[in-house]
């Protein structure tokens, strides 16, 4: 199985991105799909994440602003992003549990 991201790009602050995960192979198996990010010189960070029933999690700062949601029937995986800031500035990865990190997409939040 090969995730890649896509939907990223250069947006204002306040603006909205939705970026797509697509998997090469079914994520109905994958218990749980994430969303991370690295933003440069950091720490690869755990962004959110959603359960097969639907159960979603989210890191502090994007509380609010973001929504994940998966489609099984269509093996993608959604981040929507609301409300952008400046810090949210970094590569947007997606991960299920024991598949290699795929490519991300950066997204970039400027004035």
């Known amino acids: 199985v090969q995730l890649q991201a896509s939907g990223g790009g250069l947006v204002q602050p306040g603006g909205s991105l939705r970026l797509s995960c697509a998997s090469s192979?079914?994520?109905?198996?994958?218990?749980?799909m994430y969303w991370y990010r690295q933003a440069p010189g950091k720490q690869r960070e755990l962004v959110a994440g959603v359960t097969s029933g639907g159960t979603t999690t989210y890191a502090d700062s994007v509380k609010g602003r973001f929504t994940i949601s998966r489609d099984n029937t269509k093996n993608t995986v959604y981040l929507q992003m609301n409300s952008l800031k400046l810090e949210d500035t970094a590569v947007y990865f997606c991960k299920a549990p024991y598949v290699s990190w795929g490519r991300g997409t950066q997204v970039t939040v400027s004035s």
């Open positions: 192979g079914s994520i109905s198996s994958h218990w749980i």
